[in-house]
């Protein structure tokens, strides 16, 4: 006998919405071309890189990148996202994230634009059907 179970939800697109939510200041993307305007620093990228799940359980790896020309505004908003992750339980637009984990806290990462700092972090969340 089998079950048809629902598809778990869209983590990213709930991630958006707590980010504009949470960090009014952040421009929200999920694809990142080179020449960004200044109008739209400091933004902010993210995407599910991996993760796996099961019956119950979704464990997606979300990458959170925040760019700015400024280092000291991406490191340090790269920080009060993960501090704010941390704080879960998070309701997202009705998506409930049991858990966050900071897989790999936030470094500098290459960007080909040597003008734009980047800052990336890895999440692992845990969520529910």
Do not use: C
């Not at 697109?13 to 939510?21: D, E």
């Not at 200041?25 to 400091?42: I, K």
């Not at 049991?98 to 936030?106: C, E, G, K, L």
């Amino acid at each position: 006998m089998s079950y048809d179970l629902p598809p778990f939800p869209d983590v990213e697109s709930a991630m958006r919405l707590w980010l504009i939510a949470s960090f009014p200041e952040l421009t929200p993307a999920t694809v990142v071309g080179q020449g960004v305007p200044d109008n739209e620093f400091p933004f902010v990228r993210h995407g599910r890189v991996g993760g796996g799940s099961n019956r119950f359980l979704d464990r997606p790896l979300i990458d959170v990148d925040v760019f700015d020309r400024n280092r000291d505004v991406s490191n340090g908003l790269s920080r009060r996202i993960e501090a704010k992750m941390q704080g879960y339980p998070h309701r997202m637009s009705g998506v409930v994230i049991d858990s966050v984990s900071t897989v790999i806290a936030p470094f500098k990462a290459p960007w080909a634009d040597q003008t734009i700092y980047r800052y990336t972090t890895r999440y692992q969340f845990s969520v529910r059907r």
